[in-house]
């Protein structure tokens, strides 16, 4: 199956600061790419849809001057929690969909945001 | 907007199958997925579902389709220890997009 990886896997940080997460698609093209939210023991949350070449879509309730969405190119997509609190502390999950028949989507393995 | 329920948790011995059910509550749905999720890890896709099939099987996973009751089911043949972990439906909707929405997910526990 297709691969989709995301920098870092983990990353601590201080309240105020701000903090890049990065989604790439490893060995195929994402014209859109998608990120979710998974609090403890809870389902993914879909947070925005990241369109390469025009502006991210936001679900209802996600502040979009809080979480900046920037799809760069047909492989990566940046999600930058800007001046973040510890209520921003999250497992944050990136996907892309194959562009196949099916439009499968393929999911990087998550990042660990903790901020102190 | 749409629902997708399962139930919490599930606990099998090892080499029983398991049975993890979802239910939905859009007809508009036009694929089903199944995916893993293990601790700490992003989501593995497992298998789908067209919704205009009833059944599919893959090795040891066996999907069915019942969309008069909007019920999926994945069940694992000869469970092992290292299917542990947590299992989620999700569902594709006519004009969504590719959007997905995830089912609540189960937690399966194997035992030996």
């Known amino acids: 199956g297709a691969v989709v990886s995301q920098h870092p896997s983990r990353v601590i940080c201080k309240s105020g600061t701000s903090v890049k997460i990065e989604c790439r698609s490893l060995d195929f093209q994402a014209t859109t790419m998608f990120w979710y939210r998974q609090f403890p023991k809870q389902s993914l949350m879909l947070m925005a849809t990241s369109n390469e070449g025009s502006k991210a879509t936001y679900e209802q309730g996600v502040e979009k001057d809080k979480f900046l969405i920037n799809h760069a190119s047909l492989t990566l997509s940046t999600l930058t929690v800007t001046s973040a609190h510890p209520e921003d502390s999250s497992f944050y999950i990136c996907s892309a969909p194959d562009g196949g028949n099916t439009d499968t989507q393929y999911f990087g393995p998550g990042t660990r945001l903790t901020v102190l | 907007g749409e629902d997708v329920e399962q139930s919490l948790f599930l606990s099998v011995r090892e080499g029983d199958s398991s049975v993890i059910n979802c239910t939905y509550t859009?007809?508009?749905?036009?694929?089903l997925y199944w995916y893993k999720q293990e601790p700490g890890a992003g989501l593995q896709l497992l298998t789908y579902?067209?919704?205009?099939?009833d059944m599919k099987q893959d090795q040891r996973l066996t999907v069915l389709l019942n969309k008069k009751d909007k019920h999926l089911s994945l069940r694992i043949a000869d469970t092992q220890t290292g299917d542990s972990a947590i299992y989620f439906c999700?569902?594709?909707?006519?004009?969504?997009?590719?959007?997905?929405?995830f089912g609540t997910g189960t937690q399966l526990k194997v035992e030996l």
């Open positions: 999700a569902d594709k909707l006519t004009g969504g997009g590719n959007k997905l929405t």
């Open positions: 859009d007809s508009s749905s036009t694929y």
């Open positions: 579902i067209f919704s205009n099939m």
